[in-house]
Nanobody, 124 residues
């Protein structure tokens, strides 16, 4: 099992930027498909982005604004979030899984390892 700890959340104005980090321990993160999900109050958990092999995946609402990356040397995954909007406000989770086929990377239930989440609040 890999343990995941997110950080980097905070309060930011619309149009601002944040960089979320997901530090992994226990296993090498490059063995996993890694993803970011988010959950806003009163809403279902939502896929944000994933890194599988050399491919990246994004939900439509964040394309062109968010970038997922991975640093195998630091055993970490990042989510650079630019041009943040009010609707990006949510608790953001890092997830890792193995054996995922591409069609499942957007499915939360496909991931067996989750962090505790980091809060992102976009407000003026």
């Amino acid at each position: 099992q890999v343990q995941l700890v997110e950080s980097g959340g905070g309060l930011v104005q619309p149009g601002g930027s944040l960089r979320l980090s997901c530090a992994a321990s226990g296993r090498a993160i490059n063995r996993y498909t890694v993803a970011w999900f988010r959950q806003a109050p009163g809403k279902e958990r939502e896929f944000v982005s994933a890194f599988k092999g050399g491919d990246t995946h994004y939900t439509d609402s964040v394309k062109g604004r968010f970038t997922i990356s991975r640093d195998n040397a630091k055993n970490a995954v990042y989510l650079q979030m630019n041009n943040l909007r009010l609707e990006d406000t949510a608790l953001y989770y890092c997830a890792a899984g193995t054996g995922l086929i591409t069609s499942r990377v957007r499915v939360g239930a496909a991931y067996g390892n989750w962090g505790q989440g980091t809060q992102v609040t976009v407000s003026s």
